[in-house]
């Protein structure tokens, strides 16, 4: 129990990484607050889940691209466990494909609320309350190496935030760490969406793990992270790729 005593507030917590990583952080001890942006179905089976085995759970519909949203969350968190020590900023996604030349301001506008200043909200809004605490960042391969094709937007939105990271954790230090991981083809609703399934085999086929990345891999690095099993290292982004992309 790693984490006894301790708040965590994962966003996106209803689904996939998020669902994962909310039920791991609550089996080490901590107190989870997830939020999800339309269907509460996933969510609450997350919270059921997790109260089931005995811990304590809320899932909070909250849209994080605005200020209101992110304070929902927040006070939510606050007016039910009475504070907050880690942040789990996984929320967010590729919205769809487009290159340059199909991409308009819009789309550029949504994929960097979504991404980038969703998180820059949450971490503001949780550092107020946060005097010692973990920030762990969801960004990803494609903020490595550019990503597919038409992620351009979505690959900048997640090397920012890999920026953010170093920077922050630059800023908040000692106190606060912050750390984040790039994730690589991780089995999840996000490549069901957005990858074709022969791209997915090819990875499969070219990876020296030989399998696509489980929810629970990327879960249970964001457990260490949110640890005193790291408690070394800040500023840090961790590939998480099954061997395909060494950084």
Excluded at 20 to 48: I, M, P, Q
Excluded at 147 to 171: D, F, H, I, N, Q
Excluded at 227 to 239: E, K, L, P, Q, Y
């Amino acid at each position: 129990m790693k984490l006894a005593g301790k708040t965590a507030i994962v966003t996106g917590g209803g689904r996939d990484i998020g669902a994962a990583a909310a039920k791991k952080l609550a089996a080490e001890g901590a107190n989870v607050a997830l939020s999800y942006f339309e269907s509460s179905k996933g969510a609450d089976a997350v919270v059921a889940d997790i109260t089931a085995a005995g811990g304590k759970a809320i899932a909070v519909q909250a849209d994080l691209n605005v200020q209101a949203g992110v304070d929902k969350l927040v006070s939510a968190t606050i007016d039910t466990f009475g504070g907050v020590d880690v942040l789990v900023n996984n929320a967010g996604g590729l919205v769809a494909r487009k290159t340059m030349a199909e991409m308009d301001l819009a789309h550029w506008n949504t994929v960097m609320t979504l991404n980038l200043t969703s998180t820059f909200m949450m971490i503001k809004a949780c550092l107020e309350h946060m005097s010692k605490g973990v920030i762990v960042n969801l960004a990803s391969q494609a903020g490595r190496d550019g990503g597919g094709p038409g992620s351009l937007a979505y690959a900048t939105s997640k090397g920012a935030v890999m920026t953010m990271t170093r920077g922050l954790a630059k800023e908040v230090g000692p106190d606060v760490r912050v750390n984040a991981l790039c994730p690589g083809m991780i089995d999840t609703d996000f490549h069901n969406i957005h990858t074709p399934d022969a791209g997915r085999r090819g990875f499969e086929a070219n990876a020296p793990m030989k399998r696509q990345g489980h929810v629970d891999d990327a879960a249970n690095l964001i457990v260490f992270l949110a640890t005193d099993d790291s408690a070394f290292m800040t500023g840090t982004n961790i590939d998480l790729n099954g061997g395909m992309l060494f950084s």
